[in-house]
């Protein structure tokens, strides 16, 4: 310390009655000493404050009260709209156009969305907050229009409801976890029971009101729907026919490092030539009587009769109105360097019937399988056998082996039955099998099936066609769709929406 400063020092020890310097150090070790303890005790208390912070913040009670989205002056928290959220990413993954972008990798369900692209300007993440606010748009308006109405969740409703929580909890057992943890591994750690079971409810009763709606107000007369298959019979008719398609691309030609040569215009017309004049000799072939896929084969091309009114060329051609049986022609591809040998035999409307099947769902769950062992198609068709093989011979005998056996949630407390099951409703093995010629009331039948990825078999009982034909079901089906998603629009766009941005990084 300075002469100064312990001159100062002295004067305010002095000015304090202090006048022994023993005493007046002794006093000035105690204020630091005193300081000392204040500060540790200030940094203690610091510590105990952020431990309990982060415990809080960790549980999700902060996010589980904040706002991520307002619509028309209600807010809806984090975890309600991860609700949605995950919802959203479920049906996508679910329908046909999220196998296709997940087996194509443009979707991986390993990796952090928010890292995915979608399109240009848009993260995966994005996109699933897009739906997850649209749809929270619609329920919002739905369940106020429902209650405005006083139309609410009946006994039928709330144990359906009741169903779906038990078959959530069910499952959660299955995978080892509570029902809180469950509800977290899927819709994020901010979820809680009550939360989520609030979500479903409103979803249900918007649903029913969607329903109520639809069934008073897209009904439509058989004219109506007449007249919508003659504007859009291209859809809905069915072409007996058949195509070749001959290739006209050079054959390809790699240098001595194997990289591949692009071909020069000459090869590229030359081979195009080539394909015509193959083409042409196949057409002659057929017009003398030889069979078209034989030849096809003989020729190295392609032979196929699966004929749609978006096929490029040939579906252009087949569905001309002009068209009549026999016609036959070469069409040319300029655009995928390929000619087509096309043939027309008849044009009809898809008179398919619908069908009500019952059906026992076996899979991998059915079987008593080591740990990490994967169930194979001689160990389902086993089961399924072993089942069907206990069958005393009646429907409703079946109906019981299937609550008992079946692992489909959509029917295995109905006695695996679905009703009025319409065309391209069911994966082609399982439809095959019931439009299969001379099928009869109470055949019965193993199915099995490997194409959604997931081995499994189908313990087949037929009860019957139905009477509506599938172009009248498809064309009906398709105006409800039309006017239905138009009415939903309407709906989600009577309500605002206002995104909380610190809420919404929450969830994903």
């Known amino acids: 310390m300075s002469a100064s400063r312990e001159k100062k020092k002295r004067q305010e020890l002095l000015s304090s009655g202090v006048v022994d310097p023993k005493a007046a150090r002794a006093a000035e070790q105690r204020a630091a000493e005193r300081k000392s303890n204040i500060l540790y005790g200030t940094i203690a208390v610091v510590f105990v404050v952020v ?40 049906n996508f993954l679910n329908s046909e156009m999220g196998s296709i972008y997940a087996a194509l990798g443009m979707l991986n369900t390993n990796v952090s969305l928010k890292s995915q692209s979608y399109t240009e300007d848009q993260t995966w993440d994005d996109y699933f907050k897009e739906q997850a606010v649209d749809t929270m748009r619609f329920v919002h308006a739905a369940v106020a229009a429902a209650n ?15 169903a779906s929580i ?7 057992a299955q995978n080892g976890y509570s029902y809180k943890q469950y509800l977290n591994a899927v819709y994020g750690a901010t979820m809680t029971s009550s939360i989520y079971e609030s979500c479903a409810k409103d ?44 290739s006209g691309l050079p054959e390809a030609k790699t240098d001595a490092d194997g990289n591949a040569i692009e071909a020069t215009d000459e090869e590229k017309a030359a081979a195009l030539a080539a394909a015509k004049e193959t083409a042409d000799a196949i057409l002659a072939a057929y017009q003398e009587g030889e069979d078209l896929e ?35 022609a070469v069409l040319e591809n300029t655009s995928g360097s390929s000619y087509y040998v096309a043939v027309f035999n008849s044009r009809q409307r898809d008179e398919a019937l619908d069908y009500s099947v019952r059906h026992i769902l076996v899979t991998a769950e059915s079987l008593n399988l080591g740990e990490g062992e994967e169930a194979t198609e001689e160990q389902l068709r086993a089961k399924a056998q072993e089942i069907l093989d206990s069958w ?17 949630p959509g029917s295995n407390t109905n006695g695996g039955l679905y009703e009025n099951v319409a065309k391209n409703t069911m994966v082609a093995s399982f439809q095959d099998w019931c439009y299969e010629p001379g099928r009869q009331s109470g055949d019965t039948g193993i199915v099995y099936d490997a194409s959604t990825g997931t081995p499994r078999a189908h313990v087949m009982y037929f009860v019957g066609y139905g009477d509506t034909q599938y172009w009248h079901y498809a064309c009906e089906n398709d105006m409800i769709t039309r006017d239905a998603a138009d009415w939903q629009n309407s709906v989600r766009d009577s309500v605002t929406a206002q995104m909380d941005e610190k809420g919404m990084n929450q969830i994903g």
């Open 203 to 246: 979803m249900l009763l918007a649903t029913k009101y969607a329903n109520q709606y639809a069934d008073e107000n897209f009904v439509y007369s058989e004219d109506e729907i007449t007249a919508y298959y003659e504007e859009n019979k291209n859809t809905y008719d069915l072409i007996d026919g058949a195509y070749v398609t001959v």
């Open 51 to 90: 431990a309990i912070a982060l415990v809080v913040y960790n549980s999700g009670v902060i996010q589980r009260r904040q706002t991520a989205v307002t619509i028309d002056g209600e807010s809806y928290t984090v975890p309600e709209t991860s609700y949605y959220y995950w919802q959203s990413y479920q």
């Open 392 to 408: 005393d011979g009646t429907e409703d005998g079946f109906a019981s082996l299937a609550n008992q056996n079946s692992k489909d």
């Open 294 to 328: 034989s030849l096809a084969e003989r020729n190295g091309a392609s032979y196929s009769t699966s004929i749609s009114a978006s096929g490029a060329v040939y579906g252009e051609w087949f569905y001309d109105s002009a068209r009549r049986a026999g016609d036959a």
């Open 166 to 172: 038990s078959s959530m909890k069910a499952s959660a």
């Open 148 to 162: 405005q109405a006083g139309l609410t969740l009946d006994e039928e409703d709330q144990a359906s409801l009741d």
